[in-house]
T-cell receptor, first 111, second 114 residues
Framework: TQLLEQSPQFLSIQEGENLTVYCNSS?????LQWYRQEPGEGPVLLVT?????EVKKLKRLTFQFGDARKDSSLHITAAQPGDTGLYLC???????????FGKGTRLHILP | DTEVTQTPKHLVMGMTNKKSLKCEQH?????MYWYKQKAKKPPELMFV???????INESVPSRFSPECPNSSLLNLHLHALQPEDSALYLC?????????????FGPGTRLTVL
């Protein structure tokens, strides 16, 4: 069974703090996407990483793809209440093109 | 246009009803997907259409019947559903169903089966 372990599952921190969310797997991915989802809405694509070791920045969000393309991290600097939401990672498995989702990280930023 | 639209936004139906969910994209994407998402869970893949042909059916019960009339439209026909089928149904599209597979999601249809 192919798994994409995402941690932590829940995170509640004060505005202004930094945080990191991790996605780990034993599978090698062709690409990996990060999404943010608001309640009752569809996931919104934040970034796609493709190359091992790749780092992408989106304002206060920094995304990194592991050298072996088996893991990824999302780092948020100076979190704000608007960052609150469900963060999902999704990887395309290199071997069979199947897409697998992590279970998500529910992030709550307290003002 | 980088949007995936879904209708209706909300749907309430009885177990004997027949209804359809609709999804549309005009990004020229050739792969389209149906997902089911229960509360506090990640999306679960149901079907994948690639070039208007069904390429993946993740062992979904036959009471869910997908249809892809053309490259921009995707339907999900519902018949004789059960209360446990209540969920958020998400449609997504990607340029094609291949390794580099950036998916764009619609806002979803919130389905309640009574």
């Amino acid at each position: 069974t192919q798994l994409l372990e995402q941690s932590p599952q829940f995170l509640s921190i004060q505005e202004g703090e930094n945080l990191t969310v991790y996605c780990n797997s034993s599978s090698v991915f062709s690409s990996l996407q990060w999404y943010r989802q608001e309640p009752g809405e569809g996931p919104v694509l934040l970034v796609t990483v493709v190359t091992g070791g790749e780092v992408k920045k989106l304002k206060r969000l920094t995304f990194q793809f592991g050298d072996a393309r088996k893991d990824s991290s999302l780092h948020i600097t100076a979190a704000q209440p608007g960052d609150t939401g469900l963060y999902l990672c999704a990887g395309v498995v290199r071997r069979d093109d199947k897409i697998i989702f992590g279970k998500g990280t529910r992030l709550h930023i307290l003002p | 246009d980088t949007e995936v639209t879904q209708t209706p936004k909300h749907l309430v139906m009885g177990m004997t009803n027949k209804k359809s969910l609709k999804c549309e994209q005009h990004m020229g994407h050739r792969a389209m997907y149906w997902y089911k998402q229960k509360a506090k869970k990640p999306p679960e893949l149901m079907f994948v259409y690639s070039y208007e042909k069904l390429s993946i059916n993740e062992s979904v019960p036959s009471r869910f019947s997908p249809e892809c009339p053309n490259s921009s439209l995707l339907n999900l026909h519902l018949h004789a559903l059960q209360p446990e089928d209540s969920a958020l149904y998400l449609c997504a599209s990607s340029q094609w169903h291949r390794a580099y597979n950036e998916q764009f999601f619609g806002p979803g249809t919130r389905l309640t089966v009574l």
